[in-house]
């Protein structure tokens, strides 16, 4: 229950930390940190059009999308205290109950008969089926590195002992870092401000969607960022008590948006022929973590 109020507060201002860095970095003032929030209160107000082409499944995929992003969350832990779902195998759980809306938000995209959007949901597809192995490495190196399977008992029992498990930690809070980006369609994978018809990817899924269905959708993005950065602020809390590790979790996740505001102002993104190639690197350092635990563990021969 900690850990599922803490995002919810998170992703009230989550997307204006990365909009107000950017804004700074380019030499603007920018809007205030809950502008974003305000837009999306502007849009649930609204009605939604829907096309005569469009079926149920595109009425009822924002819902399921929001669904599943806040089902997931109920896995995620704070420190000493689980999630309100937790169980052994617990992180197998998260990741195909995001699949779940992921698949719905693309055949949703289908659903439109528009073979724009249709572009947009196939690489939308790959993108996450690339990143899906980094994501299970990972995690299972943890699991082994820790001895157990669910994501409390995985963060709580993390220790670092030697220099390698440092390294371990750094580049697991790495990958997560680019998972959440790739997986909310940002750069330098996808450029959310695009609006260049070759290089849209989750944008041109959403042209259809408006009103209360399109402020669902943005502000499901919202809680997906937060609930990456309370996994990886799980990474730096441990078994703290609460009244350092809630001061710690918002630094941390203030810290990931001005991170993520950082990178959107001075990096590029990647040519779209590119994308894959720089996904797959997510699982061979997966891959790394994974030979670095069985050093620790004095199982690599």
């Known amino acids: 229950m900690v850990s599922l109020i803490l995002i919810l507060l998170t992703s ?128 299972g190196s943890l699991a082994l590195f820790t001895g157990h399977t669910s994501f409390i008992s995985i963060f709580t029992t993390l220790h670092y002992e030697s220099n390698i498990s440092y390294m371990l930690g750094a580049l697991a809070t790495f990958v997560f870092f680019l998972i959440a980006m790739i997986e909310n369609s940002r750069m330098p994978v996808d450029d959310p401000k695009t609006h260049l018809e070759l290089t849209m990817v989750h944008e041109v899924m959403i042209l259809d969607n408006s009103g209360f269905d399109l402020g669902t959708i943005l502000y499901t993005t919202n809680l997906k960022f937060a609930m990456y950065g309370a996994i990886i602020s799980n990474f730096f809390i441990g078994a703290l008590p609460l009244e350092i590790s809630i001061p710690l979790f918002f630094v941390v996740q203030i810290g990931f948006g001005i991170a993520v505001g950082i990178i959107e102002s001075f990096m590029a993104r990647f040519r779209m022929a590119h994308n894959p190639q720089f996904i797959l690197i997510l699982t061979s350092v997966s891959m790394l973590i994974f030979f670095g635990v069985l050093m620790v563990l004095g199982r690599f021969v």
């Open 12 to 139: 009230l201002f989550f997307m204006g930390v990365v909009i107000r860095t950017k804004s700074i970095a380019s030499g603007r003032k920018g809007p205030g940190l809950f502008q974003p929030m305000k837009d999306i209160l502007r849009l649930w107000k609204k009605g939604s059009v829907y096309s005569r082409t469009t079926t149920f499944i595109f009425r009822i995929a924002p819902t399921i999308y929001f669904s599943s992003v806040l089902m997931a969350i109920f896995m995620v832990p704070h420190g000493n205290n689980p999630g309100l779902i937790s169980f052994s195998g617990d992180f197998v759980m998260f990741a195909y109950i995001l699949a779940t809306g992921k698949f719905l938000s693309i055949i949703s995209a289908l659903d439109t008969g528009s073979s724009f959007e249709g572009m947009g949901a196939s690489r939308e597809a790959l993108f996450s089926m690339l990143v899906e192995p980094a994501f299970f490495v990972l995690l």
